[in-house]
């Protein structure tokens, strides 16, 4: 089992920027990849980035110029460094980990982008 805590949320102007972090406990040997998804009111949740035990990395492309995920193994710990908010960004932030033939889900930090 893996239980993961994700933080950083909070109201944004446009154009401003915020980081996400995602702590991860419980059998984090077993991570293999870490994703970040976002669900906007009414809509369904869309991945955003991913990025792997090796460090590779892949983007939506609605958010490849703008978001960067990286991840800390000494922390437990993976980020998404928003940048260049736009209204439409607006929803719940999600993360996820993989473990083999699992995946966990964290409860969500909200970002809101308004001016």
């Known amino acids: 089992q893996v239980q993961l805590v994700e933080s950083g949320g909070g109201l944004v102007q446009p154009v401003g920027y915020l980081r996400l972090s995602c702590v991860a406990s419980g059998s984090v040997f077993s991570i293999y990849s870490m994703y970040w998804y976002s669900q906007a009111p009414g809509k369904e949740r869309d991945l955003l980035a991913t990025i792997t035990n090796w460090g590779n990395t892949e983007y939506a492309e609605s958010v490849k110029d703008r978001f960067t995920i990286a991840r800390d193994k000494a922390k437990n710990t993976a980020y998404l460094q928003m940048n260049n908010l736009k209204f439409e960004d607006t929803a719940v932030y999600y993360c996820?980990?993989?473990?083999?033939?699992?995946?966990?889900w964290g409860q969500g930090t909200q970002v809101t982008v308004s001016s």
């Open positions: 996820l980990a993989q473990t083999g033939p699992s995946a966990f």
